[in-house]
C-alpha cells in the first residue's frame, strides 16, 4: 500500500519501489506491528508493469515511543503503534529522503525524517550528520494537532529547506532546521488569498487533504532552447486530495497546486478538475447496515496519490513541461498502482489564483 517509486541512483532502466506492508483485514486487529518494505524493480517486457527484481526487503526504519498519556480515548490505540506508517520517499535537489508517521514526543502521533541512503543499499556517497543520518522528529507552529501526517518538504529558489504541514482550513508552513525545529507559520501573509483561490476551483464537498510530495517545475519545455528557469516561471508543484463519503464509501479527487519558491509562497494555481487516472472504475454499489436502506450508490474506486517523482534517471527535484512524472497511488487499501505521465499533461487546466 501506499508506494513511492524514484529512480535507482545507478541501474539504468531500475527504479526503487517502497511501500507499506499490506496486512489483510483479519489481521489488523490482531496486530500493532507496522512496516515498510522496499525492492529494486524493473518494467515488463510490455512495459506495462513495474515490480520487484527480488523479494523486498524491511527498510530498518526503527520504532518509536513517545507520550502515551497524549493518545486519549479513540486515539489510545496509537500509543500500542509500533513501527512507521505510510512513509513518503523523495528527491530534494540533491539527496533522498523518507519522511513517514510514527509515535510522537510532543503529541500522540507525529512525523519523522531520515536520509533515506542510510536505509538502502544507496552505493558510494558522502552521508553527513546534517543531511538527517539519524532519524529526527519533525515539529510544526503550534496548535498541534492529534495526529499528525502528509507533511511534506519544498525548497526555494535559494535552496532553503521549508516544511508544509497543512493546507486547509488555513495553509501552515514553516522553515525547517537541521535538528527537525521549525520558525513561526509563515503562511499567514497570504492565507485569506490562499483560501479564497482553492474554494474557487474545488468543490465545498468533503475534505482537503495533503497527498505527495513536492517537486519544483518550470512552465516550459526542456526541449525549447529559449527556456530559462527563472522566478516568474519555476513554482512547487505538489498534489492534494478532496475526501468525500459516497455511502460508507470513500471517495479521493486529487487536484494540482503549484505555488511560488519564494516569500510569501503564495498559490499561484489549482486544478480547475480534478485528475482521473485512466483505469480507475465507477461502480454501484448496495449501502449495508443498519442506518442504511439498501439504496444503490454510484462510487469510484478508491484511488488515492501518494507520491510523484521524475522519471528519468539522474532527475531529481527540478524539472519541465516534457519531462515524464510518475504518480504513485493506493488502490482500496489493498493495493498499490502507478501512472507515468508528461508533466505538461498532468497541467493542463490550471485555475490561476490572480
Known amino acids: 500500500m501506499n508506494p513511492n517509486i524514484i529512480p535507482h541512483p545507478g541501474l539504468l532502466d531500475t527504479w526503487i519501489i517502497t511501500a507499506q506492508l499490506y496486512k489483510p483485514p483479519s489481521a489488523r486487529t490482531a496486530s500493532v506491528w507496522y512496516a515498510e518494505l522496499v525492492c529494486d524493480a524493473a518494467f515488463s517486457d510490455d512495459k506495462r508493469v513495474l515490480s520487484c527484481l527480488e523479494p523486498p526487503l524491511q527498510l ?33 535537489p540533491e539527496i533522498p529522503y523518507t519522511i513517514y508517521g510514527s509515535n510522537s ?41 492529534s495526529v499528525e501526517k502528509n507533511w511534506f518538504l519544498f525548497w526555494d529558489d535559494l535552496g532553503q529547506m521549508f516544511l508544509h504541514h497543512e493546507i486547509t482550513p488555513a495553509r501552515v508552513f514553516s522553515k525547517l532546521e537541521l535538528d527537525g525545529s521549525v520558525g513561526p507559520n509563515l503562511a499567514l501573509t497570504t492565507s485569506a488569498s490562499d483560501q479564497e483561490c482553492l474554494k474557487r476551483f474545488l468543490p465545498e464537498t468533503g475534505k482537503i487533504h495533503q497527498a505527495t510530495n513536492s517537486l519544483a517545475i518550470t512552465l516550459c519545455a526542456r526541449s525549447d532552447q529559449f527556456c530559462e528557469p527563472d522566478a516568474t516561471n519555476t513554482f512547487v508543484l505538489f498534489i492534494i486530495q478532496q475526501k468525500t463519503i459516497r455511502g460508507i464509501h470513500p471517495v479521493y479527487e486529487p487536484y494540482v497546486v503549484l505555488m511560488r519558491r519564494s516569500m510569501p509562497f503564495e498559490i499561484y494555481a489549482v486544478s480547475s478538475k480534478p485528475t482521473w487516472i485512466f483505469g480507475r472504475s465507477i461502480r454501484a454499489e448496495k449501502s449495508e447496515g443498519n442506518s442504511f436502506t439498501g439504496l444503490l450508490e454510484d462510487t469510484s474506486e478508491m484511488l488515492y496519490l501518494t507520491s510523484i517523482s521524475w522519471k528519468s534517471h539522474g532527475q531529481k527535484y527540478h524539472g519541465f513541461l516534457d519531462d515524464t512524472l510518475f504518480l504513485a497511488f493506493g488502490r482500496e487499501d489493498s493495493d498499490a498502482g502507478g501512472i507515468d505521465v508528461k508533466a505538461g499533461d498532468l497541467l493542463t487546466e490550471l485555475g490561476t489564483c490572480a
Request: contains cysteine; aromatic residues 18%.
Open 60 to 92: 530498518p526504519i526503527p520504532a518509536t515511543f513517545g507520550d502515551s498519556s497524549k493518545c486519549l480515548g479513540d486515539l489510545s490505540y496509537f500509543s500500542l503503534s509500533v513501527g512507521p506508517h505510510d512513509a513518503r520517499v523523495f528527491y530534494g
Open 105 to 145: 514526543f510532543f503529541t500522540c502521533f507525529g512525523q519523522w525524517i531520515s536520509d533515506f541512503r542510510i536505509l538502502v543499499d544507496w552505493g558510494l556517497d558522502t552521508i553527513n550528520e546534517h543531511e538527517f543520518r539519524q532519524s529526527r522528529e519533525l515539529q510544526r507552529p503550534m496548535p498541534w494537532n
